[in-house]
């Protein structure tokens, strides 16, 4: 069964730092890796899409990497803005299916 | 054009009922997904809908749950004998139908059982 963990649950930053948020899976076998935003009492937003033959790809200051044989994707938001506070998910597909499984998420604030 | 939209956006009922969640997913997409996002549990799949195939229910919970789409665009969840278990977001997503598309996701609703 695939397991997505997300670490750290939570990240508190100043305006204008870079940082990496960090996904990892038990199962390489994926079609792809989702990232999405979540803002409180929202639904999900999709920030970047990475193909199971890919290894990165950049949306404005984001920056979705992912490394299947490990198991791993980082997320890196540049120059982080308070409009940046929100919490990340990220997802996978299975090579069985289409459905996503989620990590549980890092809720980041960003103070002014 | 206009994205995955969902309502109502907030309902609250009383344990037994029964409840109907609707959602319309992105004209054109063929592949529709019902996830339930609750405290402790996170986000986990329900049901898929993909085309004219069968759909795929092993997410549901319990044979309270049930899902149709009708037409091959909005689908309809129902919740029967509802439990306060039962309260969560219910998120509605669509995708074009490629295997691993991007799946867009609608507001939610937001289901309170009392």
């Known amino acids: 069964k695939q397991e997505v963990t997300q670490i750290p649950a939570a990240l508190s930053v100043p305006e204008g730092e870079n940082l990496v948020l960090n996904c990892s899976f038990t199962?390489?076998?994926?079609?792809?890796l989702q990232w999405f935003r979540q803002d409180p009492g929202k639904g999900l937003t999709s920030l970047l899409l990475?193909?199971?033959?890919?290894r990165e790809q950049t949306s404005g200051r984001l920056n979705a990497s992912l490394d299947k044989s490990s198991g791993r994707s980082t997320l890196y938001i540049a120059a982080s803005q308070p409009g940046d506070s929100a919490t990340y998910l990220c997802?996978?597909?299975?090579?069985?299916?289409?459905?996503?499984?989620f990590g549980e998420g890092t809720q980041l604030t960003v103070n002014p | 054009g206009a994205g995955v939209s969902q309502s109502p956006s907030n309902k609250v009922t009383e344990k037994g009922k029964d409840v109907e969640l609707r959602c319309d997913p992105i004209?054109?997409?063929?592949?529709l997904y019902w996830y339930r996002q609750s405290l402790g549990q996170g986000l986990e799949f329900l049901i898929y809908?993909?085309?004219?195939?069968?759909?795929?229910k092993s997410g549901l919970p319990s044979d309270r749950f049930s899902a149709e789409r009708t037409g091959g665009s909005v689908s309809t969840l129902t919740i029967q004998r509802t439990q306060q278990e039962d309260s969560a977001v219910y998120l509605c997503?669509?995708?074009?139908?490629?295997?691993?598309?991007?799946?867009?996701f609608g507001p939610g609703t937001r289901l309170t059982v009392l």
């Open positions: 990475i193909q199971s033959s890919q």
């Open positions: 809908f993909q085309g004219n195939s069968a759909p795929d």
């Open positions: 004209s054109g997409h063929t592949a």
């Open positions: 997802a996978v597909v299975h090579t069985s299916g289409s459905r996503l499984t």
């Open positions: 997503a669509s995708s074009s139908g490629d295997p691993g598309g991007t799946q867009y």
């Open positions: 199962d390489s076998a994926i079609y792809n």
